[in-house]
């Protein structure tokens, strides 16, 4: 027998659109393309549920806008859980002070949702990272309340699964990897609408890391009938 609307609200398996309203303020993430999109940039306090494969380039796309945030206050940074070692020379280059750099190694899932609530709501954090990959509904809001309580603005960074279903925050967003940068698709944002896919190119900021489209020539029909023959 199927679960009524209200059975499944009491069970937190659904959210409404009006538990999460209003727009907000934003601070620049340091590419134009995904400012455009964002209508000024990443949310300045919330959470930001991010669905991506590790390793395309998420952090390089995501960082930018923090650089900024600790430049304007003393607050952390924090990095919870992360798969991989961070690259401290990376992260020097980018522009941040490593002395506010902090990196949470948590025992199993639930530590890590405690720590990212902690951090978020303690007012001492600019942001916070937490790769998580089973964050539920009834949780995302606690991160989502703790986040606007301390002015903080954290990311969820989980990876794509076909079980994939929509959190109660401030921004949603799918990312996959392009040659020029990364595929950006905005499934959900506070206060704004979703968005068709587009390319946050990153050849000028990272030109090792991409490469640039060749550009397309018309081939002569010989030369393609030569090449089946």
Known sequence: MNLTIDEL?????????N??????????SG????????????PERGVVDISTAIGIGELRLLLPSFVLRQQSSEKLLVFIAPPVRLNGPMLLQLGFDLTRI??????NAKDALWSAEQCLKSGCCEGVFLWHQSVEIHQAKRLQFAAETGGALSIIIRQKTHEH???????????????EGIDVTITKRKGGSHSEPFV???VKAWPALTRRLPIRKNIPLATIHSLTD
Request: charged share 15%; no cysteine; proline share 7%.
């Open 31 to 42: 590419f134009e393309a995904l400012d455009a999109h964002l209508q000024g940039g990443l």
């Open 9 to 17: 609200k009491n069970k937190r398996l659904i959210w409404q659109a």
């Open 102 to 107: 902090l990196i949470i190694e948590p025992k």
């Open 200 to 202: 946050v190119n990153m």
């Open 165 to 179: 279903f929509s959190l109660p925050v401030s921004l949603t967003m799918d990312l996959a990897a392009a040659p």
């Open 19 to 28: 538990q999460v309203s209003g727009a907000q303020n934003t601070l620049p």
